[in-house]
């Protein structure tokens, strides 16, 4: 049996020094515990732009495609904030994200003992906190169209369409689910249902996926400027009774309040 091949994006910024590390314990793993992979280096990002003039260049995607997992460090650096739209170093990640079809952005917000203090949060607050953020990555505003910058009786107007269709909710709702059978069984999922079309289909179908597939789950709906709110105020309101939970943010936060 061949080895997996993984390929090695160390990207901008602090990007190849976390990627040094990472291939310390990578090249640990191989040594003593019998872990065979191979590897390959491509650039993404500024890294990219700095050799080829674009952020991911055609052949590097082909590698990609070809490579069974990535190691991606980092995308973007306030020296490239000038170029054009389409040259900027995240538009290579991007487009990683939309050909490899990477729908599903897991971020856990775990807080570690040791680091409860070196939170501005209150310790009470935070500590023992462990959330699974399952975030949607390739539908909504960065990949729908149109989208655009055009003038409209002389202003100057740009847009970005945000969609997401049936298929798309619940295939991202479906690993939630796993994950929330797999760690606590509480989901609260997040959207602006109260003043945009496309949250009110998210919440109807995942109240419908809910109701098919969700058997033994806590779930809740929750407008994203409220949840934005709890996750500094009492994070644990997202939280079951014990330290584990899945949380499903469906609307990019940051994004929507």
Not at 63 to 79: E, Q, T
Not at 80 to 109: I, Q, T, V
Request: charged share 25%.
């Amino acid at each position: 049996m061949s080895n997996r091949k993984i390929m090695i994006m160390p990207g901008d910024g602090i990007g190849p020094e976390v990627m040094d590390a990472t291939m310390k314990v990578a090249d640990w793993l191989a040594k003593h515990r019998s872990f065979s992979f191979d590897t390959m280096f491509g650039l993404c990002g500024g890294a990219s732009y700095e050799k080829h003039g674009e952020p991911i260049t055609d052949e590097t995607m082909a590698d990609v495609m070809a490579c069974d997992a990535i190691l991606f460090g980092a995308a973007g650096d306030p020296r490239y904030d000038n170029l054009p739209f389409e040259l900027k170093p995240e538009r290579g990640l991007l487009r990683m994200r939309k050909e490899l079809d990477l729908y599903a952005n897991l971020r856990p917000a775990l807080v570690f003992p040791p680091l409860v203090s070196a939170s501005t949060l209150k310790e009470d607050v935070i500590s023992g906190l462990d959330i699974m953020i399952v975030r949607e990555l390739t539908g909504g505003s960065y990949f729908a169209e149109p989208r655009g910058r055009e003038e409209r009786d002389g202003v100057v107007c740009a847009y970005d369409t945000n969609l997401y269709s049936v298929p798309e909710i619940e295939r991202i709702g479906r690993v939630a689910f796993d994950l929330a059978q797999k760690r606590n069984k509480k989901i609260t999922s997040v959207e602006k249902a109260n003043v945009m079309h496309s949250g009110v289909l998210w919440r109807e179908t995942m109240n419908a996926l809910y109701q098919s597939e969700g058997a033994g789950l806590n779930y809740e709906n929750m407008y994203a400027d409220n949840c934005a709110m709890q996750l500094v105020r009492q994070p644990k309101h997202l939280m079951s009774l014990s330290r584990i939970i899945c949380l499903v943010i469906c609307f990019r936060i940051a994004r929507r309040c």
